[in-house]
């Protein structure tokens, strides 16, 4: 292995610190201070700190990838008998990328706020937030323990919770917000108990020691309800359900499209590029616990292609431009889990890497729409939409290539990406490989599909939003949004090419350099014609998929309606996104408010609280309507009882 | 000389004038009155016994309790007049603020 390569260090580096805590620093100033001294110069102080933790990534990137990776505890957390646990940091090729990735893209997306939230009432609480979301994600990807990183895990849903319901006053954010959070604790819950069967089968939390004691449960088995579960399976089911409500996977993934009533910018850093990859990156730093269990890599690859194939179908249904791109990202996960469940854990973290900047140009680049529609009721219908080429040209640029990124077309980064999870999964030695690469390759089409709906939609034919504007254009957005936007459309074309595969001409240097510590997929005889044919495939079905695209929204505008009315039942299954709100309204929320409202409210509350409460008042008052009798305020009367007390005092001392 | 018992004697007579006094007046003026009774039967029961077991302690109580007598007298005075000014009234029954 080339692991014994990298030079561990494992005393304090202030840079390492550093990273993660100069957003800390400047989230917490901002929050206090925002209000009353920056106002509209908040944005200040966290765009300094995030452009410096930017700079120590860069510098960290360099050094490991000189050979020198870093290793310590801050300070013990947790001492308690067996139990350590420590406030540690790990920077090693897979946290050094993810924190590249995030303070890089953080960085952009605050500058792209300025402009987008300019002149909101809640200015500083935005950023003082945003930046706290960065610092969360960067302690969850650079922790060494698993303890820290279900800190960040949950800092970062917080984060999440805080900034959905950023503009709390309106019912339908304030309530995605708690769905987010709710839906979260779900997979939470599953998440905490596998960190203590972790702890209760390996007796430690660190990276290192677990991956050092793995084989030792590799043979065990623990009976439940009478079946023999394989150890490693429940301690990997149990992470995973964390993963599924964090990265947003059938059955949990109800909460990533209504998230989207935050604001745009925290749709495309934390329900896009960061913070939903979280399951992908704990699934693939704990790679070789999943890799011990057969039913665990099948799990993380099926319902990684469920969710793919489910979101693509629902996608082409939506209207709200941003619940489109979200229920693409939903169907890039699945990918990612795709390629984590046929062993190919490198290449998932190399599409969620390339994923992470098409996907925030995507949402940036609806977010620039959205901020020059903003007068209309509803700015993310893309009905109102239309013509925008014209007035938007360099949002339209910058969306065009990050749809065509994103529909796996030659030469961006998305191609790169998918064709290398389509290939690993085409010749893993998984059998469920080839259903996995079947499964990608349809859904590769229609990604392209529907990712160009929503670009032609918005960019041609004639603007459709006159009177919602009342005969307004719409204008480009101010510079500070749209050079973000340039600078994230080369990381969408270029991101890709740090891992061309060698077949390419490239040296796929980007999975090299990950798969030192994410090893290297066992793959079976990989056939050079056949890694071609694939490739052409893949490609052929993004050209489909947008050509599908042209000939229905641009070409003949009346194919639009023709599925909807001839297959009105699947048509209408889709659009209600195969009734899983509905399902779960009826099977968990109904039932649950109907044990709150009678159960708990009517008969706990009512007969046993209320009763005691309002029993325990009743019965001093009855004492008292006896006792009031003698408070007569006349002061003979006192005097009365002063001697009946002497007498029975003294009658009780002199007689005993 | 006269002996020892009278002075009981002459002490629970004044404290059972006293003691009816405070039980039976309604005059605010007299309830302290009475109660200044009852502190004199006191005190005449202890000078009485400090004379008889020829004990100074029981004076020095004496000496106590007529200057505590005489401040209580004066607060209490004070009250009443008070009470006078305030609402007009002197008997005890018609002040009965803290009726339950």
């Not at chain 1, 991101?495 to 090299?512: D, K, N, T």
Request: glycine residues 8%; aromatic residues 16%; charged residues 10%.
């Amino acid at each position: 292995m080339s692991e014994a390569s990298f030079q561990v260090i494992n005393t304090f580096d202030l840079r390492v610190f550093l990273v993660p805590f100069l957003p800390f620093f400047a989230s917490i100033i901002t929050l206090i201070f925002g209000k009353k001294y920056f106002r509209e110069k908040s944005h200040i102080l966290p765009v300094i700190s995030l452009f410096l933790s930017f700079s120590l990534s860069i510098s960290l990137l360099f050094d490991v990838l000189n050979g020198k990776t870093y290793n310590f505890d801050l300070y013990s957390w947790i001492v308690a008998g067996s139990l350590k646990v420590g406030l540690g940091f790990l920077v090693d090729p897979l946290s050094v990328m993810m924190i590249c990735m995030v303070t890089s893209l953080s960085f952009l997306i605050h500058v792209y706020s300025i402009g987008y939230m300019g002149g909101d009432p809640g200015y500083y609480r935005f950023f003082s937030y945003i930046s706290l979301f960065t610092f969360s994600m960067l302690m969850l990807v650079l922790s060494n323990n698993l303890v820290q990183l279900y800190l960040g895990w949950e800092a970062v849903g917080l984060c999440s919770y805080f900034l959905i319901g950023f503009w709390y006053e309106k019912k339908s954010a304030s309530d995605a917000a708690k769905k987010a959070f709710i839906v979260n604790r779900v997979g939470d819950f599953g998440f905490a108990l596998g960190i203590f069967a972790m702890f209760y089968y390996l007796g430690t939390l660190y990276y290192n020691e677990i991956f050092a004691k793995l084989p030792l449960i590799a043979e065990s088995y623990i009976s439940i309800g009478g079946y023999e579960i394989h150890v490693p399976f429940l301690i990997a089911f149990l992470l995973f359900c964390g993963a599924m409500g964090k990265s947003a996977q059938v059955p949990l993934h109800v909460w990533l499209p209504d998230a989207m009533e935050g604001p745009t910018p925290v749709s495309a850093l934390i329900h896009a590029a960061t913070m939903v990859t979280a399951g992908v990156f704990m699934v693939s730093r704990l790679h070789a616990l999943f890799e011990m269990s057969y039913h665990a890599m099948a799990m993380v690859a099926f319902i990684g292609a469920i969710t793919c194939f489910m979101a693509a179908t629902i996608a082409p249904t939506q209207f709200d431009i941003k619940r489109v791109i979200a229920y693409s990202t939903l169907s890039q996960l699945g990918y990612m889990f795709m390629a984590c469940g046929v062993g190919a854990f490198a290449v998932g973290m190399f599409h969620l890497f390339t994923h992470a900047y098409f996907k925030a140009l995507l949402f940036l680049g609806a977010g620039s729409i959205i901020h020059a529609l903003h007068h209309a009721q509803d700015p993310n219908d893309i009905r109102i939409m239309g013509g925008l080429r014209r007035y938007m040209p360099i949002t339209f640029w910058t969306f065009l290539i990050a749809s065509l990124s994103i529909s796996g077309i030659p030469g961006l980064a998305g191609f790169f990406s998918k064709d290398e999870i389509l290939a690993y999964a085409y010749f893993s030695k998984y059998p469920w490989g080839k259903i996995i690469w079947l499964i990608g390759l349809v859904v590769a089409s229609m990604t392209a599909f529907y990712t160009f709906r929503i670009f032609f939609k918005a960019f041609f034919g004639e603007f459709r939003g006159k009177e919602v504007l009342h005969g307004h254009t719409p204008h480009e957005s101010p510079k500070v949004m749209t050079i973000p936007l340039i600078i994230i459309s080369i990381g969408a074309i270029f991101s890709g090419w740090l891992g061309i595969p060698e077949i390419l001409g490239g040296g796929a240097h980007f999975q090299r350099f990950l798969e030192s510590v994410l090893g290297h997929p066992e793959l079976l005889h990989v056939d050079h014609t056949m890694e071609y044919l694939l490739m052409a495939l893949s490609v052929l079905a993004g050209l489909l998929g947008i050509f599908l695209a042209y000939l229905v929204y641009v070409k003949t505008p009346s194919l639009e309606t023709a599925f909807s009315s001839r297959f009105k039942r699947i048509y209408t299954f889709l659009y209600r996104k195969w009734y899983f709100d509905e399902l779960y309204d009826l099977v968990i929320v109904r039932p649950t408010l109907f044990l709150a409202r009678t159960v708990v409210n009517l008969i706990l509350d009512t007969f046993v609280i209320d009763q005691t409460v309002n029993g325990s008042a009743k019965t001093a008052e009855a004492f008292s309507s006896f006792f009031r009798r003698f408070h007569t305020g006349i002061v003979n009367y006192y005097n009365w009882f002063i001697l009946l007390g002497l007498v029975i005092y003294l009658l009780l001392v002199y007689l005993k | 000389m006269v002996p020892f018992e009278y002075y009981v004697i002459l002490s629970l007579l004044l404290f059972v004038i006293g003691l009816a006094g405070a039980l039976f007046r309604r005059n605010l003026i007299i309830l302290l009155a009475s109660l200044e009774i009852i502190m004199n039967a006191l005190i005449v029961l202890f000078a009485a016994i400090s004379y008889h077991t020829k004990d100074i302690s029981g004076y020095l109580i004496v000496f106590f309790l007529i200057g505590m007598a005489a401040a209580e007298a004066g607060v209490g005075l004070t009250l009443a007049v008070l009470i006078y000014k305030k609402l007009k009234k002197v008997y005890v029954d018609e002040i009965n603020f803290f009726r339950g």
